[in-house]
T-cell receptor
Framework: EAGVVQSPRYKIIEKKQPVAFWCNPI?????LYWYRQNLGQGPELLIR????????DSQLPKDRFSAERLKGVDSTLKIQPAELGDSAVYLC???????????FGPGTRLLVL | KQEVTQIPAALSVPEGENLVLNCSFT??????LQWFRQDPGKGLTSLLL?????REQTSGRLNASLDKSSGRSTLYIAASQPGDSATYLC???????????FGQGTTLQVKP
C-alpha cells in the first residue's frame, strides 16, 4: 500500500515568491494534516481537514498561507509571499479519522533565500 | 497551554548499550502519548502509543512508560544498534480528536 506522497521533496525560492506544496494521502483516509517543522524542533500543526472541511486552522498564518483539499482527497498548501522565516520542512499526514493513528509523508524541505 | 520537553537534545552511545530517552509534559490531562522515530529526510514513524490509562507499552527492544501524574514518559531502548540512529519525538494528545503536541526530539547516534 502506498504511503502519503508529497511533492516536491525540495524547493528553493527567493523571498517574496509564491510556493505550493502538494500532498496525496493514503487511500481511504478522511483526515489530512499539514505540519511545519523548524530545524531542531518537533512538528507543529498548521491545519487539519476532515474530508474537504478545514476543522482546525488556528495555527495557520492566514495573511500569507492558504490551503485547500478539493474533493476531500489531495491537498495543496500555498505560501504567498514567502518570507525567510518560512524555511522549514512541511509535513503532510493522514489518518482514517482524527482519533486514529497518523501516517506521515516524507515532507517538503523549503529554503527561502 | 501544553508544553512538551525532551531531554537530552542529542545522545551518542556505543553499540550494545541500553539507553533511556526522556519526555515531560506540563499538563497531565492527556488522552494518550506517542513516541515517533524520524530518519533524516523522511517522515515520522509511530513506534509506541500509550493510552492515559496505561503505564507502559512494549515493542521488541523498545519499552515506553507513562507517569501521567508527574508528567513524564521514558523510552527505553535495549541493546542499541547503529540502525537505531535517528531522531525520537514524543507527542501528547489532550483528547481523542485533539491535535498532537510534539517535543523537540532527541537525536540519537549509536556508534558501531
Amino acid at each position: 500500500e502506498a504511503g502519503v506522497v508529497q511533492s516536491p521533496r525540495y524547493k528553493i525560492i527567493e523571498k517574496k515568491q509564491p510556493v505550493a506544496f502538494w500532498c496525496n494521502p493514503i487511500s481511504g483516509h478522511n483526515t489530512l494534516y499539514w505540519y511545519r517543522q523548524n530545524l531542531g524542533q518537533g512538528p507543529e500543526l498548521l491545519i487539519r481537514y476532515e474530508n474537504e472541511e478545514a476543522v482546525d486552522d488556528s495555527q495557520l498564518p492566514k495573511d500569507r498561507f492558504s490551503a485547500e483539499r478539493l474533493k476531500g482527497v489531495d491537498s495543496t498548501l500555498k505560501i504567498q509571499p514567502a518570507e525567510l522565516g518560512d524555511s522549514a520542512v512541511y509535513l503532510c499526514a493522514s489518518s482514517f479519522s482524527s482519533a486514529e493513528t497518523q501516517y506521515f509523508g516524507p515532507g517538503t524541505r523549503l529554503l527561502v533565500l | 497551554k501544553q508544553e512538551v520537553t525532551q531531554i537530552p537534545a542529542a545522545l551518542s552511545v556505543p553499540e550494545g548499550e541500553n539507553l533511556v530517552l526522556n519526555c515531560s509534559f506540563t499538563d497531565s490531562a492527556i488522552y494518550n502519548l506517542q513516541w515517533f522515530r524520524q530518519d533524516p529526510g523522511k517522515g515520522l514513524t509511530s513506534l509506541l502509543l500509550i493510552q492515559s490509562s496505561q503505564r507502559e507499552q512494549t515493542s521488541g527492544r523498545l519499552n515506553a512508560s507513562l507517569d501521567k501524574s508527574s508528567g513524564r514518559s521514558t523510552l527505553y531502548i535495549a541493546a542499541s544498534q547503529p540502525g537505531d540512529s535517528a531522531t525520537y519525538l514524543c507527542a501528547v494528545k489532550r483528547s481523542n480528536t485533539g491535535k498532537l503536541i510534539f517535543g523537540q526530539g532527541t537525536t540519537l547516534q549509536v556508534k558501531p
